[in-house]
């Protein structure tokens, strides 16, 4: 079955981003085969990211989802799912992983809300992929209800705030150049506009990474983050003060539409390779493609991928069209990471003793795309969302 019709100058696009990962992520990869095939990644994975990143920026990846009022190429959703799911169909690390595209380190809608001198310090370098941000909201016991956040920011009241508090489970804070920390400065409001966004720059005094916490994933390693009587001013307030929470859900609606089409082209790759190794992989004189449980198993990841792939598309397309958003990017989220989920698990069982060795690579995504299911919004936390707007 086709894909979904898309317009002309976003097949384009597709097609420009295919060759660049041909020309130049995957000859660098390749690189690193050995290890990658030893170990399940390779230890080079984070310095091969940044300088990916910067290439992608070079050439204009790295900002199309950005309004053009700020430098970016002004994609709609509907092309930032395309271009999405095409960089993780080619089952390569460094073609994701905010490695092309970013999510989280890189430049957001969030930052529209920057003041002039903010946009000068802090967005445009994440612009031009010179640095890199990390986006620090959680903690050990604020997960999915944000609102429970305990890190404090207290007003000097002479242009100063103090903070203090600890995060975890941030992705890419060990190498952030600066971060975006969220915290209480009403905490009799704090659910209701009492959390203020914070610019908070690598190195400030009291601000430290304590720990590199360690993932089932291969390719993440998020941090802990302690604040110990760290001093900001002023101008490093994104935004309204007490309605940081507000900028941080600016964003959302694109994050879990991207991370949807992410979904989508690992479960492409994945069932391109297990119907490579059905069809070659001979067992009792015949190919297992033959054996209607293989058989079945491929035809279902098929199905629940084209289904999916509809639905994700179609979600963007109606958030395109101006729809709220709200239950498009969390039914597109919910649906496409629990399928990659059983498209990966079935990945496993076709290939069978061999898919569980790391020399495949497939245990790793395996491994990976668990997480999926919880970042940006728990699968139980989605389907409430979506409960929501259907009236119950």
Known sequence: MSRPSIPEEVAELRAS?????????????????????????????????????????????????????????GLEYLGQVVLHEEASSHGLVLAQFESIFPVVTGPSPIHLDCTEPQREKYLAPLMSGDKVTCFA?????????????????????????VLNGRKHFITAGESADFALVFAVTDPER???????????????????????QRTMSPYQNPVEFTFEDVEVGEEQVLGQVG??????????????????????????????????????????????????????????????????????????????????????????????TEMVGRVADRAIQVHGGTGFMTELGLEAWYRDVRAMRLYEGTSEI???????TLGL
Not at 37 to 50: D, K, P, S
Not at 137 to 161: C, F, K, M
Not at 191 to 206: L, S
Not at 382 to 388: D, G, Q, S, W
């Open 137 to 161: 909201l959680t903690e050990p016991e604020a997960g999915s209800d944000a609102t429970r956040i305990r890190t404090r920011a207290a007003s000097t009241g002479s242009g100063t705030w």
């Open 17 to 73: 981003l295919s060759q660049f990962i041909d020309r130049e992520v995957r000859p660098t990869e390749e690189s690193y085969r050995e290890e990658i095939q030893e170990t399940g990644t390779f230890a080079a994975l984070r310095e091969e990211q940044l300088k990916m990143r910067k290439r992608s920026a070079e050439v204009g990846f790295w900002t199309l989802h950005m309004p053009e009022s700020v430098g970016g190429g």
């Open 382 to 388: 989605l389907r409430t969302n979506i409960a929501k």
């Open 190 to 212: 704090r659910a209701h506009g009492g959390i203020t966004a914070f610019f908070v720059d690598a190195g400030t005094p009291g601000f430290s990474v304590t720990r590199v």
């Open 243 to 336: 309605f940081g929470f507000y900028s941080a859900v600016r964003g959302i609606n694109g994050a879990r539409l991207q991370i949807a089409a992410s979904a989508l082209g690992i479960a492409q790759n994945l069932l391109r390779r297990s119907l490579e190794y059905a069809k070659s992989r001979v067992a009792f004189e015949r190919p297992i493609g033959s054996n209607q449980y293989i058989q079945g198993m491929l035809v279902d990841s098929h199905a629940e991928l084209e289904q999916a792939r509809l639905l994700v598309y179609e979600c963007a397309r109606r958030i395109d069209e101006g729809a709220d958003g709200r239950r498009e990017a969390a039914l597109a989220k919910l649906v496409a």
